[in-house]
């Protein structure tokens, strides 16, 4: 098993940044990818941004792309999303992700074995 903890989510004005972190425990051993995923009220969780946890390759949707930087710390076994310029259109809540065994780049927009509780996002205008 593999947990997943969220944190750094707040509220924010328009223009401003935060920071997310995701720590992960336990059987972390082999993860293949760590990603971002948010869900606004009434809409679907989206995918945000993907980091390939040994070579980095990271994976962005459009409209994130120049805001927000995904990064890593293999030894903490920590993920961060790096959210500059937010919108209030990013209030929602974010969620962080892990895969194990490969994937290609179209499944690591969905295709997830674990996810954290969710952390809340909000962006006032």
């Known amino acids: 098993q593999v947990q997943l903890v969220e944190s750094g989510g707040g509220l924010v004005q328009a223009g401003g940044s935060l920071r997310l972190s995701c720590a992960a425990s336990g059987r972390t051993f082999g993860v293949y990818a760590m990603g971002w995923f948010r869900q606004a009220p009434g809409k679907e969780r989206e995918f945000v941004t993907t980091v390939k946890w040994i070579s980095g390759i990271t994976y962005y949707a459009d409209s994130v792309k120049g805001r927000f930087t995904i990064s890593r710390d293999n030894a903490k076994n920590t993920m961060y999303l790096q959210m500059n310029s937010l919108k209030p259109e990013d209030t929602a809540v974010y969620y962080c992700?892990?895969?194990?065994?490969?994937?290609?780049?179209?499944?690591?927009?969905?295709?997830?074995?674990?996810w954290g509780q969710g952390i809340q996002v909000t962006v006032s205008s």
């Open positions: 992700a892990a895969a194990f065994g490969a994937r290609t780049p179209p499944e690591l927009k969905y295709d997830y074995d674990y």
